[in-house]
């Protein structure tokens, strides 16, 4: 066995915006990878319009810097727990790994998800402790805290025994003690070198690489991206692939590129412990090992978390389908979602009886909205149900996905959380005061409670409020809970909606819609101020006659209506309702539309 001492695969690893990506632009500009006077935009690594637009990163991206004589391959992970695949399949081309974490917040349940995966891949860590120039920054007690959470995760003595930096990512700055000042990242890059393993090779085993990743060019065609064990890859070299069947595939590579950066430029061949990109690979899927002809040997799978929330996507069969969108047949929905599960482990697509309806399954809601949202923005018009979770039957008993909840509250809101979460039933684990006005609450609750309570959250706490959860395990069921307390208004006809229709019908509920927009029978305007369900006339104009009198031709005004975004609209629908969604516009509606029909198949009162 040897290593090889010019390459250092490493993964950065943090909770959602504790400064992963601003930390990878300052190792960009200080490895001399830009001139002087270039124009270079901020958080280069997150490459979609969503990343840049929420401020998070949603899939894992490769790239890589020079420091000395040794090239860093660098994977810039997600922080949220939805995207977990994303850090299980980057976790499986590195050798170490960089945890970030605030100086002020300390670990959070992302952090810990995150570092638990990286402790079972057995990876050597290096902790960041970042932002230390926060004016609430505690960098001692996060660091015990640190101490704490590698502990609770069973970490071994040599993980036990990590390094430790402070930085100010924004800046550029990392060092190694509180006292000193910084003015660069050199301790950082010192401690990549000397602290984390190189790449180890076996010359005695034959050319083996995994694939974690898949890209596509538009010249290329598919790109598969994964690490190189033991030999060289080379385009000369006769290659197979071993697919998901154990089957080994005869290919034929085009090109051989390495990351150089933020792109990527070809190369002869690819010495073992580094990172390559193949193309002239159509069939290939992550997960598959490309081998030598001669001596086809496959290595272990990426395995990701079984997914625990399945939503239903359908065509739009609303009567304004095919206005807005470019895309609405099942057959382009489907395909664009069997490419989404190719690029994505921890996502699966299922059939189902009806052969216009498709059931995706993932990690969470957030997760299923950004695929939403990137499949709008292509142009696709398409119908979504509510999040449904996943059961399971262990041993006869039905059992569901629980999670635990970390809340970060005022110590007034701490009865009305407690409350809404009990009804919902979540069970208090942990209760913490700090004395400066702000508890802290650690909750066991199902992860179906969840669907739906978060902007409630964020209501009940004016804002000010802080959630976070990580999937914990099934548990026995819990039982059932009302998941809304009020109704819809639903409209009862097609036409355009009125002001003067609208403006009688907000003592009824909260309108979701303004007035002058389309309608139909059975799409939803607002929310009811009671349990059940109202059919409404949204067209309704006032009447006009030839009779005036004073006081009775008032101006009618609308109260203001605030759009829902796409999450909230899938918070608020229940089973028997649906989102429809278009490049333009996001509607709610009932899943049937005929009033006539719904009121047929309402449940019958016993007798």
């Given at each position: 066995?040897?290593?090889?001492?010019?390459?250092?695969?490493?993964?950065?690893?943090?909770?959602?915006?504790?400064?992963?990506?601003?930390?990878?632009?300052?190792?960009?500009r200080?490895?001399?990878?830009?001139?002087?006077?270039?124009?270079?935009?901020?958080?280069?690594?997150?490459?979609?319009?969503?990343?840049?637009?929420?401020?998070?990163?949603?899939?894992?991206?490769?790239c890589?810097?020079?420091?000395?004589?040794?090239?860093?391959?660098?994977?810039?992970?997600?922080?949220?727990?939805?995207?977990?695949?994303?850090?299980?399949?980057?976790?499986?081309?590195?050798?170490?790994?960089?945890?970030?974490?605030?100086?002020?917040?300390?670990?959070?349940?992302?952090?810990?998800?995150?570092?638990?995966?990286?402790?079972e891949?057995?990876?050597?860590?290096?902790?960041?402790?970042?932002?230390?120039?926060?004016?609430?920054?505690?960098?001692?007690?996060?660091?015990?805290?640190?101490?704490?959470?590698?502990?609770?995760?069973?970490?071994?003595?040599?993980?036990?025994?990590?390094?430790?930096?402070?930085?100010?990512g924004?800046?550029?700055?990392?060092?190694?003690?509180?006292?000193?000042?910084?003015?660069?990242?050199t301790?950082?890059?010192?401690?990549?070198?000397?602290?984390?393993?190189?790449?180890?090779i076996?010359?005695?085993?034959?050319?083996?690489?995994?694939?974690?990743?898949?890209?596509?060019?538009?010249?290329?065609?598919?790109?598969?991206?994964?690490?190189?064990?033991?030999?060289?890859?080379?385009?000369?070299?006769?290659?197979?692939?071993?697919?998901?069947?154990?089957?080994?595939?005869?290919?034929?590579?085009?090109?051989?590129?390495?990351?150089?950066?933020?792109?990527?430029?070809?190369?002869?061949f690819v010495?073992?412990?580094?990172?390559?990109?193949?193309?002239?690979?159509?069939?290939?899927?992550?997960?598959?090992?490309?081998?030598?002809?001669?001596?086809?040997?496959?290595?272990?799978?990426?395995?990701?978390?079984?997914?625990?929330?399945?939503?239903?996507?359908?065509?739009?069969?609303?009567?304004?389908?095919?206005?807005?969108?470019?895309?609405?047949?099942?057959?382009?929905?489907?395909?664009?979602?069997?490419?989404?599960?190719?690029k994505?482990?921890?996502?699966?697509?299922?059939?189902?009886?009806?052969?216009?309806?498709?059931?995706?399954?993932?990690?969470?809601?957030?997760?299923?909205?950004?695929?939403?949202?990137?499949?709008?923005?292509?142009?696709?018009?398409?119908?979504?149900?509510?999040?449904?979770?996943?059961?399971?039957?262990?041993?006869?008993?039905?059992t569901?996905?629980?999670?635990?909840?970390?809340?970060?509250?005022?110590?007034?809101?701490?009865?009305?959380?407690?409350?809404?979460?009990?009804?919902?039933?979540?069970?208090?684990i942990?209760?913490?005061?700090?004395?400066?006005?702000?508890?802290?609450?650690?909750?066991?609750i199902?992860?179906?409670?969840?669907?739906?309570?978060r902007?409630?959250?964020?209501?009940?706490?004016?804002?000010t409020?802080?959630?976070?959860?990580?999937?914990?395990?099934?548990?026995?069921?819990?039982?059932?809970?009302?998941?809304?307390?009020?109704?819809?208004?639903?409209?009862?006809?097609?036409?355009?909606s009125?002001?003067?229709?609208?403006?009688?019908?907000?003592?009824?509920?909260?309108?979701?819609?303004?007035?002058?927009?389309?309608?139909?029978?059975?799409?939803?305007?607002?929310?009811?101020?009671?349990?059940?369900?109202?059919?409404?006339?949204?067209?309704?104009?006032?009447?006009?006659?030839?009779?005036r009198?004073?006081?009775?031709?008032?101006?009618?005004?609308?109260?203001?209506?605030?759009?829902?975004?796409l999450?909230?609209?899938?918070?608020?629908?229940?089973?028997?309702?649906?989102?429809?969604?278009?490049?333009?516009?996001?509607?709610?509606?009932?899943?049937?539309?005929?009033?006539?029909?719904?009121?047929?198949?309402?449940?019958?009162?016993?007798?």
């Amino acid at each position: 066995m040897t290593v090889s001492e010019s390459i250092r695969n490493i993964a950065i690893i943090a909770h959602v915006d504790h400064g992963k990506t601003t930390l990878v632009d300052a190792m960009f500009r200080q490895s001399g990878m830009f001139r002087d006077d270039q124009e270079v935009e901020d958080r280069l690594m997150d490459s979609m319009d969503l990343e840049r637009e929420r401020g998070i990163t949603i899939s894992a991206k490769n790239c890589s810097v020079n420091y000395g004589d040794t090239r860093i391959n660098i994977l810039d992970t997600p922080g949220h727990a939805d995207f977990s695949g994303e850090v299980e399949r980057a976790l499986s081309m590195v050798d170490g790994a960089i945890l970030l974490v605030d100086a002020s917040e300390g670990p959070l349940p992302q952090t810990r998800f995150v570092l638990k995966k990286t402790l079972e891949a057995g990876l050597k860590v290096i902790a960041v402790i970042n932002k230390i120039d926060r004016s609430d920054a505690r960098p001692d007690e996060v660091l015990d805290e640190i101490y704490d959470l590698f502990i609770d995760l069973d970490a071994t003595e040599e993980q036990l025994d990590f390094p430790v930096l402070y930085a100010i990512g924004r800046d550029g700055i990392a060092q190694n003690t509180l006292e000193e000042k910084g003015t660069d990242l050199t301790p950082l890059f010192d401690n990549i070198v000397t602290q984390l393993p190189a790449p180890k090779i076996n010359p005695d085993k034959p050319l083996q690489m995994l694939i974690s990743d898949l890209g596509y060019s538009d010249y290329l065609g598919r790109l598969a991206i994964g690490r190189v064990y033991n030999q060289p890859l080379s385009t000369k070299t006769p290659l197979v692939y071993i697919n998901e069947e154990g089957k080994p595939v005869r290919i034929k590579v085009t090109k051989v590129q390495i990351y150089d950066g933020l792109s990527i430029k070809e190369t002869e061949f690819v010495s073992a412990g580094d990172i390559a990109v193949i193309s002239g690979v159509e069939e290939i899927q992550i997960g598959d090992t490309v081998c030598e002809q001669e001596n086809a040997v496959a290595l272990p799978r990426v395995t990701v978390d079984e997914p625990t929330v399945g939503m239903r996507f359908t065509i739009n069969t609303s009567p304004l389908a095919g206005q807005e969108g470019k895309i609405v047949q099942s057959s382009k929905i489907m395909d664009r979602l069997n490419k989404e599960a190719m690029k994505n482990v921890s996502m699966k697509i299922e059939l189902t009886e009806d052969r216009e309806c498709f059931m995706v399954k993932g990690r969470g809601e957030f997760q299923m909205a950004i695929l939403i949202e990137t499949m709008r923005r292509e142009g696709f018009e398409l119908c979504v149900g509510r999040p449904e979770v996943i059961f399971k039957e262990e041993n006869g008993v039905r059992t569901e996905p629980i999670e635990t909840v970390y809340v970060d509250c005022d110590e007034n809101f701490m009865g009305v959380i407690t409350e809404k979460l009990s009804l919902r039933k979540g069970k208090l684990i942990n209760l913490t005061n700090n004395g400066r006005g702000r508890v802290n609450m650690e909750f066991s609750i199902p992860s179906r409670s969840l669907i739906g309570y978060r902007d409630e959250f964020l209501t009940d706490t004016k804002g000010t409020g802080i959630m976070n959860s990580i999937f914990q395990g099934y548990e026995p069921h819990r039982g059932d809970f009302p998941t809304r307390y009020t109704g819809s208004i639903v409209c009862d006809r097609k036409g355009q909606s009125v002001p003067y229709a609208l403006f009688n019908l907000e003592p009824r509920g909260r309108m979701i819609i303004p007035p002058g927009v389309p309608v139909y029978e059975g799409m939803i305007i607002g929310e009811h101020n009671k349990e059940g369900d109202i059919n409404v006339n949204a067209c309704k104009e006032k009447k006009l006659t030839n009779m005036r009198a004073s006081g009775k031709d008032d101006n009618v005004t609308c109260t203001s209506v605030k759009p829902l975004s796409l999450e909230q609209a899938i918070n608020f629908i229940r089973e028997d309702e649906m989102v429809e969604i278009t490049p333009i516009s996001i509607r709610l509606r009932k899943a049937i539309l005929s009033q006539q029909k719904r009121y047929q198949m309402r449940p019958k009162k016993d007798a």
